[in-house]
């Protein structure tokens, strides 16, 4: 149920209340100034609405405005989620006197200036995430000092540039790290393999160069490696592909040379395996290892964009691939985004139809054996008639 309208001005009575989740709806209008009276708030989310104008003084001024330095009122807040808003201005070094807060997020903003990281003193935080604003400066080499909780940094779509501060190691508890779509320069320090804890390495499309540090062997647990779009030269180490839960390797868009190493067939959880645009020899490895590696790809990628499903949705004995294939043609309905079609259409039968034919073509892709995958041009010339197909009244 999708909630429509303004937030009551009855909702600063409940003054026990410590979690509002209000997240996803259609609300609108200026939030009451009645629920300043809300103290033992702990939990706060209004991310996705269509707030204006003021909001009570404990939180801040406006969602079209800057942040306040009055925020670091609300000293109770353990998450706070403002994502979504049209917030500008800088991030007030105040928010460091949130002691007890254990989850920031204010992605899809109009943030500028720099990140007040030197002026944390949140030892409780364990996720920051500013994705898709417009922060600009660097990361300051005591980035973790005094967040020894953190697990999740999310700074992807920023104007952020410099270098990796070394101290970034000093994450011990960091499993996400995403930097893509800046202007991050320099050199991959080996320090990056003290993170053993890290899953998810995002620093595509940015400006690093050098090599890729032998030291990355110890990220165990990495399951994501996106590296695509930067300036890397050399070889791709065989250690990278020891990393036994590596599920996506993107390092297109690079300038990495030499032989695909035999060792690539280790990696048996992979789904996405994007090494073009570089200047490898390809490799046989009994055929293995060759443009039908980004054919997969393509077919998950198919897949998931017309099920909105992930491949880390299924476990065990069910993937994506056989939870679609187990439904075409007959129950095709099943698997297909909801968005996508509705029982009321008229022309439900035909969408189902064109849709089976799609994921009838990214199976194909998706075949075990390369040999037996679709050539690309085909894939192209048979999604186009069925786009004709579609568009045919």
Known sequence: MVLIGKIPRDVGNLTFLISLDLSGNNLHGNLPQEMARLRRLKFLDLSFNNFRGEIPSWLGNSFTGSIPPSLSNASRLEILEISANLLQGNIPEEIGNLHNLKFLSMEYNQLTGSMPFTKFNISRIEVIAFTDNRLSGDLPNGLCNG?????????????????????????????????????????????????????????????????????????????ILDMVGNQITGSILISVFNISLLQSLLLWGNNLSGFLPREIGNLTKMQFLYLNQNRFTEYGLDG????????YSYGIILLETFTRRKPSDFERDLSLKQWVSYSLPEAVMDVVDANLVTPTDNRLQKKLDVVASIM????????????????MKDVVGMLQKMKIQLLAH
């Open 147 to 223: 967040l020894p909780l953190l697990k999740e940094i999310y700074l992807s779509l920023n104007k952020l540039h410099g270098h990796l501060p070394k101290s970034l190691s000093n994450c011990s508890q960091l499993q996400i790290l995403s930097l893509s779509q800046n202007n991050f320069d320099g050199p991959i320090h080996n320090e990056i393999g003290r993170l053993s804890n890290l899953q998810t390495l995002e620093i595509g499309y940015n400006r690093f160069t050098g090599i890729i540090p032998q030291e990355i062997r110890n990220l165990v647990n990495l399951v």
């Open 288 to 295: 293995l290892v060759s443009i039908k590696c980004d054919v």
């Open 360 to 375: 009838k073509v990214a199976l194909d892709c998706c075949a075990e054996s390369p040999a037996r995958r679709a050539n």
